[in-house]
């Protein structure tokens, strides 16, 4: 679908966002006419905090207004109040509506919890910003490796019991070891990336098999578990669609060798929980860096926030201060692909939410 309007776009910003950022927004061409009005949002309370603080409330006159807003525009800069439910309202009110940019990279998962039939999600396009969060991810899935190998859970134990231990026990080295990913997008191949300047070899799946230059073995998922027989790390990095559910099952642990080390920045819902706790009971896991989980928050009772070899981390490895900026910086050049009838990337599957 090509956009052939010939005068105003009009974009609404729909969730925090700085004032410079939405200038540059202004600037991309003469015909944008930018939809924003900060008193409508929600303040941030960190950088990135696109939700903003959950005790802001609209007047009903606020409210009025803020949808009234958005349903002018044929672009929204972000899910309105950042929230399936504010999608799936504005896709059934708004007749003009023809892109949505999305805050998350990995935002199929609100477009699939929107609950909107095809039809109607055939009527505009969501788009996410994936790739702004390759780096911070690819560098935590790089410490949750480092934390793996050096032994740094039980360093902190002995740290905190202030125990010397008599006998010293060595670190494994990362040089010339190997490591699977789970899913080589843009994310996968900057951790890719990172691993091999690490001396890492890197083998990992793709959902198209083909050759990838300094990846060692492409293979699709079904060829997942032959890959982890001669792994020593693995990092996920898949999205959570019905495709991706419980990838990493108990058969899949059971094919590591023991003592790899287990890194998941994709989506919890790729592991099967269960199966993850027997393999770090068991050592087919002998340390798990975790960013994502199955149900968000982790549950209180979940035994992953007290198990001894396991890093919690509450969803938060892609932030950077930098995280506004460089989704402002992506929209902008995805704006003027919309005003010039391209392609837009990283479009949002309707059908596979992938």
């Given at each position: 679908?090509?956009?052939?309007?010939?005068?105003?776009?009009?974009?609404?910003?729909?969730?925090?966002?700085?004032?410079?950022?939405?200038?540059?927004?202004?600037?991309?061409?003469?015909?944008?006419?930018?939809?924003?009005?900060?008193?409508?949002?929600?303040?941030?309370?960190?950088?990135?905090?696109?939700?903003?603080?959950?005790?802001?409330?609209?007047?009903?006159?606020?409210?009025?207004?803020?949808?009234?807003?958005?349903?002018?525009?044929?672009?929204?800069?972000?899910?309105?109040?950042?929230?399936?439910?504010?999608?799936?309202?504005?896709?059934?009110?708004?007749?003009?509506?023809?892109?949505?940019?999305?805050?998350?990279?990995?935002?199929?998962?609100?477009?699939?919890?929107?609950?909107?039939?095809?039809?109607?999600?055939?009527?505009?396009?969501?788009?996410?910003?994936?790739?702004?969060?390759?780096?911070?991810?690819?560098?935590?899935?790089?410490?949750g490796i480092l934390n793996g190998f050096k032994r740094s859970a039980e360093l902190a134990r002995d740290q905190a019991a202030r125990v010397w231990p008599e006998l010293r026990t060595p670190t494994r080295l990362v040089n010339g070891s190997t490591l699977v990913v789970a899913g080589l997008g843009e994310?996968?191949?900057?951790?890719?990336?990172?691993?091999?300047?690490?001396?890492?070899?890197?083998?990992?799946?793709?959902?198209?098999?083909?050759?990838?230059?300094?990846?060692?073995?492409?293979s699709d998922n079904d060829g997942l578990a032959a890959l982890l027989s001669t792994a020593d790390a693995v990092v996920n990095t898949l999205p959570g669609t019905p495709y991706t559910e419980k990838l990493f099952s108990r058969d899949v642990f059971a094919a590591m060798k023991p003592g790899t080390v287990?890194?998941?920045?994709?989506?919890?819902?790729?592991?099967?929980?269960?199966?993850?706790?027997?393999?770090?009971?068991?050592?087919?896991?002998?340390?798990?860096?975790?960013?994502?989980?199955?149900?968000?928050?982790?549950?209180?009772?979940?035994?992953?926030?007290?198990?001894?070899?396991?890093?919690?981390?509450?969803?938060?490895?892609?932030?950077?201060?930098?995280?506004?900026?460089?989704?402002?910086?992506?929209?902008?050049?995805?704006?003027?692909?919309?005003?010039?009838?391209?392609?837009?990337?990283?479009?949002?599957?309707?059908?596979?939410?992938?």
């Amino acid at each position: 679908m090509m956009n052939t309007m010939t005068t105003e776009t009009l974009v609404a910003i729909a969730v925090p966002l700085e004032a410079e950022l939405v200038d540059r927004i202004r600037a991309i061409d003469p015909s944008v006419t930018v939809l924003y009005e900060p008193e409508l949002l929600p303040p941030e309370r960190f950088p990135a905090d696109h939700s903003g603080d959950p005790d802001f409330k609209r007047t009903p006159g606020q409210e009025e207004r803020y949808w009234a807003m958005l349903n002018q525009a044929q672009v929204l800069y972000g899910l309105p109040n950042e929230s399936p439910a504010g999608l799936a309202r504005i896709a059934r009110e708004n007749p003009r509506l023809q892109w949505v940019h999305a805050m998350a990279a990995g935002a199929g998962g609100a477009v699939k919890a929107s609950g909107l039939d095809p039809e109607t999600l055939s009527k505009f396009r969501v788009t996410t910003s994936a790739g702004v969060h390759a780096l911070p991810l690819a560098e935590f899935a790089a410490l949750g490796i480092l934390n793996g190998f050096k032994r740094s859970a039980e360093l902190a134990r002995d740290q905190a019991a202030r125990v010397w231990p008599e006998l010293r026990t060595p670190t494994r080295l990362v040089n010339g070891s190997t490591l699977v990913v789970a899913g080589l997008g843009e994310i996968g191949l900057e951790t890719a990336r990172i691993a091999r300047a690490l001396g890492m070899k890197v083998s990992g799946t793709k959902r198209t098999v083909e050759p990838i230059e300094g990846i060692e073995k492409v293979s699709d998922n079904d060829g997942l578990a032959a890959l982890l027989s001669t792994a020593d790390a693995v990092v996920n990095t898949l999205p959570g669609t019905p495709y991706t559910e419980k990838l990493f099952s108990r058969d899949v642990f059971a094919a590591m060798k023991p003592g790899t080390v287990f890194v998941n920045v994709g989506r919890g819902t790729v592991v099967d929980e269960d199966a993850l706790v027997e393999a770090l009971d068991n050592g087919k896991v002998s340390y798990a860096c975790l960013d994502v989980f199955a149900v968000e928050p982790l549950p209180q009772d979940s035994p992953l926030w007290s198990h001894p070899n396991v890093l919690v981390s509450p969803h938060t490895s892609a932030l950077s201060a930098a995280e506004n900026r460089l989704i402002a910086e992506r929209f902008c050049s995805n704006l003027r692909t919309f005003l010039d009838g391209g392609d837009l990337p990283h479009l949002v599957d309707p059908v596979h939410f992938y």
